[in-house]
């Protein structure tokens, strides 16, 4: 019996610990795995899905010019106009010799006509206007996907800097929590020296109100994580309130950075709001020879079927024609040159923006990397200004509990303490962030 108490137990300890192993494995929340729910779900990406639709739905739409056009009319007129009269007696083929009556001619009776149409019309030549636009399209296909690529690694920015900036989070409240630690300690350390009449109660007051403020600064640190907590549910799609682990600590980390000039030409072989630019002066191009275009003629062909009945139950006649166009538009008021001249001037724009834009994202990522290397230097002074507070910390308390030390002195080390750490989180994360706005400049982040 008692075997099998036994081997109760042990089955029992072991479902639970196989139990609690998964549920331990879900505390943490690494990058990858945030950057991944936010690649899913977020809800800023799911504005572009309509749009990237709508532009393959344009060029479709572009592709119908070569096709030809068919409608249908179906329209129903009466009246006693002699020419209409005249006419329908023809189209219903009911015409005969009495209608050359003059009284007939001149006041004929009411008629009524119900007329269906079809007609067909085909583009033969325009001179490519319809294959330009086709090409503006599909040009247009590829600026919404690359927009959707830009958006998409600007939503991957946004969850590196709120992952960090919740690892920054978690770091404030660690430390605010082992600064209440300290100042308890010190409360405790001073109520004892006093009690023992070795402290004045003025030492006691101070500990106490820097006990207090310690309490103050982790409630304030519980909130900011809070929050960093809700951004980063908010850019995984998440519910603002949903538990998602701690993030990974702020650790010092050596990391390798790419020459200046390779991230320069990275730039513009892969910034995705670049290649658009160069997409949209493709664009502008096409949009130039279209309107010169507009000086030259279109020809098309065309054929229509119609009858012509006097009602629905009494059949009338039918007939067809067929035939072919030129048109062209020889003046226009000099609207169509000056559309012209716009499409050139909006070309040159272009050119412009991008040799800005070129200008712009090569400072960028100057700019970037100045800043990672500002910040690598702050955490290596951050490491080493943080190693020597704790010690000071350390020894002051000592002094302190040999009386040869003020509470003041202890204060003001314990604060220095807190301050190192809190230093050296920040430089932490903007070595992180840099970094990543180094990747995000030279378009590669992923």
Request: net charge neutral; aromatic share 6%.
């Amino acid at each position: 019996m008692r075997t099998l108490k036994y081997r109760t137990y042990w089955a029992l300890t072991i479902l639970l610990v196989l139990i609690a192993t998964p549920l331990a494995a879900q505390e943490s929340l690494t990058l990858s795995t945030a950057v991944a729910r936010a690649l899913e779900s977020n809800p800023d990406l799911a504005v572009d899905a309509p749009g990237q639709q709508a532009a393959r739905l344009e060029f479709k739409a572009a592709r119908a010019g070569y096709l030809p056009r068919l409608d249908f009319e179906q329209s129903y007129l009466a009246g006693n106009n002699p020419v209409f009269v005249f006419g329908t007696l023809l189209t219903q083929q009911k015409f005969g010799t009495e209608n050359f009556a003059l009284p007939a001619l001149n006041s004929p009776d009411a008629m009524d006509n119900l007329q269906t149409r079809v007609t067909a019309q085909q583009t033969i030549w325009d001179f490519g206007r319809t294959r330009d636009r086709r090409d503006q399209a599909r040009l247009g296909i590829e600026i919404a996907d690359q927009s959707h690529e830009d958006h998409k690694r600007q939503v991957l920015l946004a969850v590196f800097d709120s992952y960090h900036a919740t690892s920054l989070a978690q770091a404030a409240l660690e430390t605010a929590r082992a600064a209440l630690r300290s100042a308890q300690a010190i409360e405790s350390q001073a109520k004892a020296k006093v009690e023992s009449g070795l402290a004045v109660e003025a030492d006691l007051l101070r500990s106490r109100a820097y006990l207090s403020a310690a309490k103050q600064q982790e409630i304030h640190a519980q909130g900011q994580l809070e929050s960093a907590w809700a951004q980063l549910n908010r850019l995984m799609g998440n519910p603002l309130n949903q538990k998602i682990g701690e993030t990974a600590r702020l650790a010092p980390k050596s990391i390798s950075l790419p020459s200046e000039e390779m991230l320069v030409f990275e730039q513009k072989q892969r910034r995705p709001d670049y290649q658009n630019l160069l997409t949209e002066m493709h664009q502008a191009e096409i949009a130039v020879r279209a309107r010169q275009k507009e000086f030259l003629p279109v020809v098309a062909g065309y054929t229509t079927w119609e009858a012509d009945n006097s009602s629905l139950s009494d059949y009338g006649g039918n007939n067809w024609a067929a035939g072919i166009t030129l048109h062209w538009n020889l003046f226009a008021g000099g609207s169509d040159a000056a559309q012209a001249d716009t499409a050139r001037q909006r070309l040159e724009q272009k050119r412009r923006q991008i040799s800005a834009a070129e200008s712009a994202m090569a400072l960028e990522i100057r700019n970037a990397i100045i800043r990672f290397r500002t910040a690598e230097q702050q955490v290596a002074a951050a490491q080493a200004a943080e190693a020597e507070s704790e010690e000071g910390l350390r020894i002051l308390r000592n002094r302190y509990d040999a009386g040869l030390a003020t509470i003041t002195d202890l204060l003001s080390a314990e604060t220095a303490r807190s301050s190192a750490r809190t230093n050296l989180a920040e430089a932490l994360f903007r070595q992180r962030l840099s970094y990543a706005q180094i990747e995000f400049a030279a378009g590669i982040l992923s």
